[in-house]
């Protein structure tokens, strides 16, 4: 990335920006000790069920053989789009064939009820089938002549089995009434049965755990499966007999202590107590004007969604005590959720700094009306970057933890979500500080981040072949 030239920016305003740094710099003991803290807090999840971190039991019993077949229907509603895919898992090993389709999930719905959000999915989904002929011919209600589907629920749930899944609270913005506290599975499924839908709920995944088992059916190594994009959380297998929580988790599978589990951490919810990740006033901000403040506290400061609001805030502060843009109307500045992830990824391209200074002017003018000078264009670029890098860097604190915890020394770690793909910076920065906190020799890469493609459908038709198979 082209280093924007900081000697072209007058001295108070290098200052300033020397103290955003500041506030934004985690070094390398910083990283160190809150990767302590996250291996402390992934143990304390799975031996308390109130503990911080939820480490949730998922019930996915093993990773995929490779050798997997059938057609399922999967569902995945994320933070941003609601995707409806039909997977064909081919007898060649790991080969599968998808049809999917992309619906944006209307910014209403994310505060409106449940009934409007089943309902939703219910049309989509019949849209779906109809659209790709898909619709199995009529045979009344029996189970037998229906689809499997695999819902991919990008929240945290408490499971007893599978099919099973009591929202404990929304986050990424989100605030549906009627629906924590509740089995989303039984919720959709009565809207399903009420519209005579043909199709039966098999599983219910977490986007994580779809991301894990549908890269370990390609890659062996896989160890981790994460998701860097409206959200951030991670996903990996645990022997039963390091999950002391389990035998009170209400469950009436039967397990052997040596069998795996795909336990879904919800780390975004790491430090909601306060202790070791560095909040600066902006962070406290996103925090009180969230639908659920005092909750995910590390996926605030870490998140694609919560960057852009990072950097509008910063420009803010900025304009109030060094009247930076100082003719400029900045009303709409003021107004939260205006500035997308998208934008930093772009002020930050890989081009040169004139381009870099193109885009930021093109966003702050099309977003905000407002017309930058160039000091102030590069400035908007470097507070781009800062808080971009605290971002990755935070990331890493995640991932290291999870290596640590499982004691390995070197595997791959998949990464999903629609910013680790825009973010050309992401994966070097996050690679250079899993460095830092593992002490990996010089020039060695010994964590691998990958990213899979299809992820999400392709892990939710591979469970729902798993617990049919089982
Ligand atoms: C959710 C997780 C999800 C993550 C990434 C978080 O907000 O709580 O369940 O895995 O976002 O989508």
New binding site residues.
Partial sequence: MTIINEEAISGRVREEITKIKDLFAVDTFSLKRITDHFVHQLEDGLTRHDAEIPMNITWVPSFPTGRETGRYLAIDM??TNLRICSVELTSERGGYSITQDKYILPARLKRGTGDELWELVADKLLDFLRKHDLLPPAKGEEEEGKLPLAFTF???VTQNHIRHGVLQRW??GFDIRGVEGEDVVAQLDAVLQRRHIPVRIVALV???VGTLIASAYKNPDIRVGS?F?????AAYMERCSRIPKIASSGSQAQFDEDSLIAI?C?Y?AFDNNRRVLPRTTFDEDIDASSARPGQ?TY?KMV?AMYLGELLRLILLHLHESIGLFPDADVSRLREGGTMDAVSLSKMETDGSEAVRMEEAKRILQDAYGIDATDEELRMCCILAEVVCARAARLYACGIAALCRKQGVEECAVDVD?SAFEKYSQFRKRAIAALAEILDWPENEERVKLVSAEDGSGVGAALIAAIILNQ
């Fill in positions: 994320g933070g990008s929240y945290p986050t990424k977490n986007d994580t998701i994009g409206t959200g951030c959380n879904n919800e975004g995910q996926e998140a979500g």
